[in-house]
């Protein structure tokens, strides 16, 4: 390789290093769940999507081998060539009742189901309006589309209205946000926004990776929670979250269906989910049917690490998710905390630009199903014990007449 490259290489490393921005990810050494070995030690997980414990689920397992057994083990083909396995059509139609609408479509990711579906829905002389804090597959497909973008402001829907009757232009409008945002775990208003979208005429597209199978009195996602009647909304989840296994996919009308089977480039040109892959998800579907005490368990453990952090003085966001953020400022501040937690036995990764905006780093935490009480307790300690850490380290960079600059949201 070249000399230009490996100094870019080089260079840019040393760059992020500096700004404590650098990233080596951990290796997870066992199957996810309340307690995962990872780098060589067992650990109590506090930073996983799986948020219904289904990643490991014995139920999932049984179909993924069944259908290991049957059909092999890859697709061997995009869907429009030999990769479009049975499995394929009864995973759509469940999925389809699932989410009370016509037709589902699935996708290799939930990242593949954007940079497919946006740039379908909107391209030259089209409107976008996305959200601030929408999730980067968002914001790169939006990139890809071609369409103007208007980016708006966190959850600000008198500013969507106004984006709206100002718009010039005859193009199709499209507005899309996270149902679940899922750096804050705060809930979009879709109540509002499918009411402006239905008097400008505007479609809806609406990402509840993080909402799917959690959210709502059926686990159907954020659009249940809120009580959303309207039927000019595109769902966007993924199976890779609450549902323990991978793929994305779009439910709509069986119109939207076919257009994005012909139109959508990440799904014509992509090999089709291996088969045990398929039906695991598909019992995940029914496991979230059958099922309902893991979100009343999930909801009690919730409420439980809110209820804790409020009382230690953490400040931290009262919505119905299973992700809470703790706020902490500087990047410095998020990787000491993380590794405060990590030595003493708990995995919760600082979390810093470019995934959040510069002076929010934080520490995501995630509750899962998987956890019980002792759990969140032992959490709740080790961060108890951490605030006395932080002001004692505090006190003696003001003896040391260095200066101490808490971030958002920080405890002091």
């Not at 219904?52 to 049957?70: F, I, M, N, S, V």
């Not at 996602?221 to 323990?244: D, R």
């Not at 892959?277 to 979230?288: G, K, M, Q, S």
Request: proline share 4%; hydrophobic share 40%; net charge negative.
């Amino acid at each position: 390789m070249s000399g230009i490259w490996q100094t870019h290489f080089r260079n840019t490393i040393q760059s992020l290093k500096g700004r404590h921005l650098h990233r080596s990810p951990r290796s997870i050494e066992s199957g996810i769940g309340a307690k995962t070995t990872v780098s060589g030690r067992e650990v109590l997980l506090f930073c996983s999507n799986d948020y219904l414990g289904l990643a490991g689920d014995p139920q999932l397992k049984a179909a993924a081998r069944q259908a290991l057994e049957k059909w092999g083990t890859g697709a061997g083909a995009s869907r429009l060539v030999s990769g479009n396995l049975s499995l394929y059509e009864d995973l759509e139609a469940r999925l389809a009742a699932f989410k009370g609408t016509e037709a589902a479509l699935v996708f290799s990711t939930g990242y593949a189901a954007h940079l497919g579906t946006i740039p379908a829905f909107a391209g030259d002389g089209d409107l976008i309006l996305s959200d601030a804090l929408n999730h980067a597959s968002i914001v790169d497909a939006c990139r890809l589309s071609r369409a103007r973008v208007a980016v708006y402001p966190h959850r600000d829907v008198e500013a969507v209205e106004h984006l709206l009757k100002t718009r010039s232009g005859e193009g199709r409008i499209l507005v899309v946000t996270d149902g679940v945002f899922s750096m804050d775990g705060d809930l979009a208003p879709l109540v509002e926004l499918a009411r402006c979208c239905e008097q400008y005429d505007a479609l809806l597209l609406v990402d509840d990776a993080h909402g799917t199978g959690v959210l709502g009195a059926r686990g159907r996602g954020a659009v249940e929670q809120l009580g959303v009647c309207s039927s000019n909304i595109v769902h966007m989840g993924t199976f890779s979250k609450a549902l323990g296994g991978l793929g994305g996919f779009i439910a709509g009308t069986q119109s939207m269906r076919d257009y994005l089977v012909n139109q959508a480039r990440t799904l014509i040109y992509s090999t089709g989910l291996p088969p045990a892959t398929l039906a695991a998800n598909r019992e995940a579907l029914r496991v979230v049917d059958e099922q309902p005490e893991r979100r009343t368990h999930l909801r009690m453990l919730e409420e439980t690490l809110r209820s804790g952090l409020q009382t230690l003085g953490y400040a931290v966001p009262d919505d119905p998710t299973p992700i809470v953020p703790v706020l902490v400022g500087a990047e410095e501040a998020a990787l000491d905390l993380s590794a405060f937690l990590w030595e003493r036995g708990i995995f919760v990764p600082a979390i810093r630009p470019p995934t959040v905006p510069e002076g929010a780093c934080r520490l995501r935490i995630s509750v899962s199903a998987a956890h019980d009480v002792s759990h969140v307790e032992a959490l709740l300690a080790a961060l108890d014990e951490a605030v006395g850490d932080r002001i004692t380290r505090c006190l003696e960079r003001v003896a040391e007449r260095r200066v101490c600059l808490p971030g958002p949201g920080c405890v002091l």
